[in-house]
């Protein structure tokens, strides 16, 4: 019987010989002439794992500069979403006493006001103070300026929040844009220990029903950040939610429920009274910025009267006043280059002028072309 060990080492023997013939194969088959001393193929072996972890380190380490980058980028955008809607807030001028025709809204809007400067007086009857103040009604009929009036009343930052300057003047997404501007307000607050005013005008936009934005599930979120604010959930010291539409019926219910927008308001078009307390309001607004009288008006009744049948608002009313003034400014402009000074009676604006800028406004409005009207 053969010894099995040395049948095993002849055939490891002849292994051997073959992978010597193979390599030599190899060798023979390269063009390299120069073979290499097993010292050397180790070097050259260990250069390259030295030189590929090399590699990997400085990947890494340029993968970590990457993120420093991307992080410094993040805490810019932030900085600047902040600053930005910090310039946003504004201290403002517009007081009661210059909105007309709205005595009994007002008086609704400063029972809300109790609410905010003295709510023990509704604790004491067992009850919240309302929380947030939703005014609805046509466009131009003073939601906006009984809201910068407020604010100044109170004597709070305002900051006005509408749906398109959430969605696309800032880079990322509109959720957390907003969120941003509800932090930087109650920053604010925590800062100036003034309370802001969070104004969000066309709130048909932001705060419609649920699934009716064809697609545009950010509003949905939107509205879920506004119910997790006013739901006190972040702690909302120092907010106070005022929103305006003219749409209430598109509004989701959601927002209208105890604890979120439950003091809601009609403004209306003006009636006669109205027109007349807005028109009188307006000029006087206009001669005290101006500094000198402007107006010479001796049927004040009939033009009140035209502007009423044209049913006029209130922004059709100042736009009225800035077109006469307009008017004026170009005759103005004609006679200067005649060389002819005006006389402060030619200054004035009269009746008449009025009374053609109020037939061709309506008439221009109704063909919905405000050609020198919105300058
Ligand atoms: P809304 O927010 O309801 O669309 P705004 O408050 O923006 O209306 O009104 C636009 C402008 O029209 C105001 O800045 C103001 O000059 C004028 N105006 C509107 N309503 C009144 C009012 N009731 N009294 C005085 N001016 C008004």
């Not at 001393?37 to 500069?65: H, M, N, P, T, W």
């Amino acid at each position: 019987m053969a010894d099995p060990k040395k049948k095993k080492s002849e055939e490891e023997n002849e292994d051997e010989e073959f992978l010597e013939d193979e390599l030599e194969f190899e060798f023979e088959e390269s063009d390299d002439d120069d073979e290499l001393s097993e010292d050397e193929a180790k070097k050259f072996v260990k250069d390259i794992a030295d030189k590929l972890y090399i590699q990997e380190r400085i990947i890494e380490g340029q993968k970590k500069i990457i993120e420093q980058y991307q992080n410094k980028i993040n805490q810019l955008t932030q900085q600047q979403q902040s600053s930005s809607l910090e310039i946003a807030l504004s201290q403002e001028e517009t007081s009661y006493a210059d909105i007309g025709g709205l005595d009994s809204v007002l008086e609704k809007i400063k029972h809300f006001e109790y609410g905010i400067n003295c709510p023990y007086a509704y604790s004491s009857y067992g009850i919240d103070p309302p929380k947030g103040l939703l005014m609805y009604g046509p466009p131009g009929t003073g939601k906006t300026m009984v809201a910068k009036a407020m604010s100044n009343e109170l004597d709070c930052w305002f900051l006005e929040l509408p749906l398109s300057l959430i969605i696309s003047k800032y880079v990322g997404e509109a959720e957390q844009n907003l969120e941003a501007a509800i932090e930087s307000a109650k920053k604010k607050y925590k800062q100036t220990k003034k309370k802001v005013m969070l104004f969000v005008d066309e709130a048909e936009q932001m705060f419609r029903k649920k699934g009716s934005h064809n697609g545009h599930e950010v509003v949905d979120r939107c509205v879920n950040v506004w119910l997790r604010t006013m739901d006190g959930m972040g702690n909302n010291e120092g907010l106070i939610f005022v929103a305006a539409t003219n749409y209430l019926e598109k509004i989701d219910d959601a927002l209208l429920r105890a604890g979120r927008f439950d003091y809601v308001v009609e403004i209306p078009k003006p009636n006669l009274s109205g027109v007349e307390d807005i028109f009188f309001k307006q000029m006087d607004l206009k001669e005290r910025k101006a500094g000198r009288d402007i107006y010479d008006v001796n049927d004040f009744a009939e033009l009140s009267e035209m502007m009423y049948q044209r049913r006029m608002t209130g922004a059709d009313i100042a736009d009225v006043l800035k077109q006469a003034s307009f008017n004026q400014i170009q005759y103005f402009m004609k006679s200067s280059a005649d060389g002819k000074p005006m006389s402060k009676d030619e200054l004035m604006i009269k009746d008449k002028d009025l009374m053609d800028v109020i037939n061709l406004y309506a008439r221009v409005k109704e063909e919905k072309k405000f050609v020198g009207f919105n300058v």
